[in-house]
């Protein structure tokens, strides 16, 4: 069977079209568009929950004023949807963050396995709760190279996140560290980092796309399960401001393997 593949990262191109100097009309028009649908989405994507929000609470105030279990329902919807903004609110800040130190050069020794250990922990109940068991598989030797911490673990965050959320209830969520001597593209040492699940894979038609912003295989579903859409986009602007290398490979129902490759230089 075959294994899909997509390759994104490595130029350092802005969707946003903020950082980008720009040698002809077309590519400067187009970005402008860029900006304008991102506007678009985000207002859309705020615009939702807040709906919701003004119609349970007119409801309370009118039809399900005396109705104590009615009451709990509603509450509990509008308990959820602050959630979603709150979540899409903060995805919007680490975005914007990253792109303004995007040429900044990260300087800090770090830990890859400590990073990641402490990742899934965070995340230790959620896998339960979900019946995924989290594995680390790694060599005793210690990985360390100059990379920014916070956004790492926010790298790490994300994909152990989508791991739980669409790499199917029960089984197995692998983390699997490899130091590469050399690594092709980047030319050098690298260390590279798996997030491998037996879920439900990826049809190789969304593959490309997965990492724009607000780009989903399933809304509905993205939604029922507390996504904001920006968890990959997320990931690719800090690999890529690490000069590092994100790619995808998924199967359709077989599962998927998420992989960063950070520079060791
Ligand atoms: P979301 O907040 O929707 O999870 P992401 O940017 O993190 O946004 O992911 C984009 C989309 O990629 C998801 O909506 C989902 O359709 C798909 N996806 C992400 N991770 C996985 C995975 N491990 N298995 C299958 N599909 C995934």
Known sequence: SETHLAVTVTPMIDEGGAMVAFDDQTAFKR??????????????????????LIGFIETLRGAARDDRAARERF???????????????????????????????????????????????????AAEAAGVALRLDAGPDPMRLKADPD????????????????????????LRVTRLEREPV??????????????????????????????RVDTHRSREKGGT???????????NRHRGRFRIESELGKGSNFIVILPDS
């Open 75 to 125: 509450l509990t919807i509008m308990e959820r949807e602050s959630g979603r903004m709150i979540r899409l609110v903060n995805d919007l800040l680490s975005l914007s963050r990253v792109e303004a130190e995007e040429r900044r050069r990260p300087a800090t020794e770090v830990d890859v396995l400590g990073l990641l250990r402490g990742a899934m922990n965070t995340h230790r109940d």
């Open 229 to 239: 859409g920006l968890g990959l986009a997320i990931v690719k602007h800090i690999v």
């Open 31 to 52: 970005a402008g568009a860029m900006r304008r649908d991102f506007v678009a989405n985000v207002s859309h994507e705020l615009r939702t929950p807040l709906t919701a």
């Open 151 to 174: 956004q790492i673990t926010q790298v790490f965050h994300n994909l152990i996140e989508n791991g739980l959320k669409y790499g199917g209830a029960g089984g197995e969520l692998v």
């Open 186 to 215: 980047l030319r050098g040492p690298a260390v590279q980092i798996e997030v491998i699940d037996k879920g439900e894979g990826i049809d190789p038609l969304h593959l490309p796309r997965l990492t724009e912003r607000f780009y």
